[in-house]
């Protein structure tokens, strides 16, 4: 159990256009998710945390008006990079934590590229 | 200011060489301790949770040992499919629900 699925794993889009990533988590409920960002050689970078029902919670530095959380139902949350720039490329990965859990259970990553 | 920090930052090993790798953390109330392993172009992929000193927990070859300041993953008779980025966070009273995350260690195991 605990599968969290992201989509797409990859995508390549024009400079000022939008981009939208799911994350589900598969056989469980989660109440909060997570995006994260990470850069080759670096470690996960968290931009926003994000409970189902109400505002996404953005780490300091992340513009909320730029990457838009939506945490619709306890099994999915998006996550829409607007009007993106070739530097928003980078690798995006989501995680959900079980309700009544600790632990984060992560998804297979969205690689996004931005010409 | 809770912290982590994971050694070494690369370890080389031959097949079948036993060994240990280390994460140090420094936080306001542990509400718990989690290694992930990471494949390069992947996401994490969840190993163990421990909650409190003393916990120990095995998977195949790996085992995640826990004290009150640092954590183990020890990994006994590796095989080249260990190799991979081991990752150890830790979430804390003060983080909220934010996972605290070390640098981690780049294992390759040669055969």
């Known amino acids: 159990g605990a599968v969290v699925s992201q989509h797409p794993s990859r995508v390549i889009c024009k400079s000022g256009t939008s981009v939208k990533i799911e994350c589900r988590s598969l056989?469980?409920?989660?109440?909060?998710m997570f995006w994260y960002r990470q850069f080759p050689k670096q470690s996960l970078m968290l931009m926003a945390t994000s409970n189902e029902g109400s505002k996404a919670t953005y780490e300091q530095g992340v513009e909320k008006d730029k990457f838009l959380i939506n945490h619709a139902s306890l099994t999915l949350s998006t996550l829409t990079v607007t009007s993106a720039h070739p530097e928003d490329s980078s690798f995006y990965i989501c995680s959900a934590r079980k309700t009544g859990s600790e632990t984060q259970y992560f998804g297979p990553g969205t690689r996004l590229l931005v010409l | 200011e809770d912290q982590v920090t994971q050694s070494p930052e690369a370890l080389r090993l031959q097949e079948g060489e036993s060994s240990s790798l280390n994460c140090s953390y420094t936080?306001?109330?542990?509400?718990?301790l989690f290694w992930y392993r990471q494949d390069p172009g992947k996401g994490p992929e969840f190993l163990f949770t421990l909650y409190s000193a003393g916990e120990e927990k095995e998977k195949e070859r790996l085992k995640a040992t826990l004290t009150k300041k640092e954590s183990f993953l020890h990994i006994t008779a590796p095989k080249p499919e260990d190799s991979a980025t081991y990752l150890c966070?830790?979430?804390?009273?003060?983080?909220?629900?934010?996972?605290?995350f070390g640098k981690g260690t780049t294992l390759s195991v040669s055969s």
């Open positions: 936080v306001s109330g542990l509400r718990g």
């Open positions: 056989d469980f409920q989660a109440t909060t």
């Open positions: 966070a830790v979430r804390s009273n003060q983080a909220g629900t934010a996972l605290i």
